[in-house]
């Protein structure tokens, strides 16, 4: 088991490689560069580069453990045929209009070079905050058979917390990584972290990267 708040994950005590996912989610060139949208918006990009090296750590411990990787990207088409005028209207406002910034076709896009994406890794791309949105995600966890999901990522209280909400309805069994997701606004983080925890862990449990390491190193794992 994983020492968490407010109980220990999974809550079963059975804890198992194959059917449990890390999901990084959003560690895009667009959120955490100093040209990207995050930063056009006026937010500091550090808080979400601060967490490469843990998300880092968290990888290199799930692949060994033998626990799935997946990635998402938030993005538009090119030709921009699925946003709606209510995104149209919201990319102009945001200063993004005639940008390449959220697009699919853009470098912006690709998820940052500190991150190793791995041959065997799954890439969910998104036009929504939540995962699950217009995409394959759900259908992806079903058909590999996972249960439980671990998170990290950017932002805490828009992306994850979202994709962590719709996943929690969907019955996955949740946790969520502290110190491996992170926002440009503290208190939104703080917040979102510790909405999580209330009502006995409505949205699952939290713990840090830590105590997912810990527990991982002792699952039987590849070649081990």
């Given at each position: 088991m994983i020492k968490a708040e407010p109980f220990d994950f999974p809550y079963d005590g059975r804890l198992i490689a194959e059917t449990t996912a890390l999901i990084v989610i959003d560690l895009q060139e667009d959120?955490?560069?100093?040209?990207?949208?995050f930063a056009r918006?006026?937010?500091d990009p550090g808080p979400l580069r601060a967490i490469l090296p843990t998300v880092n750590r968290l990888i290199a411990a799930?692949?060994?453990?033998?626990?799935?990787?997946?990635?998402?990207?938030?993005g538009y088409r090119a030709d921009m045929a699925d946003m709606t005028p209510y995104e149209k209207w919201r990319r102009k406002r945001a200063g993004l209009e005639g940008t390449e910034i959220l697009l699919r076709s853009s470098p912006g896009f690709q998820i940052v070079a500190e991150i190793e994406v791995a041959p065997e890794d799954i890439v969910v791309d998104k036009t929504c905050n939540g995962a699950f949105t217009y995409t394959d995600f759900e259908h992806v966890l079903r058909a590999q058979g996972i249960t439980h999901l671990l998170f990290s990522?950017?932002?805490?209280?828009?992306c994850?917390?979202?994709t962590l909400r719709e996943a929690c309805d969907r019955n996955f069994q949740c946790l969520t990584i502290s110190d491996a997701c992170a926002s440009g606004d503290r208190y939104a983080h703080e917040a979102a972290l510790h909405m999580v925890t209330v009502?006995?862990?409505?949205f699952g449990a939290l713990t840090d990267s830590t105590a997912v390491i810990a527990a991982l190193s002792q699952l039987p794992g590849k070649g081990r």
């Open positions: 959120f955490l560069s100093t040209t990207g949208y918006q006026g937010s799930a692949r060994a453990a033998g626990v799935r990787i997946i990635h998402t990207r938030q990522g950017c932002t805490t209280d828009v994850v917390h979202t009502e006995n862990g409505i």
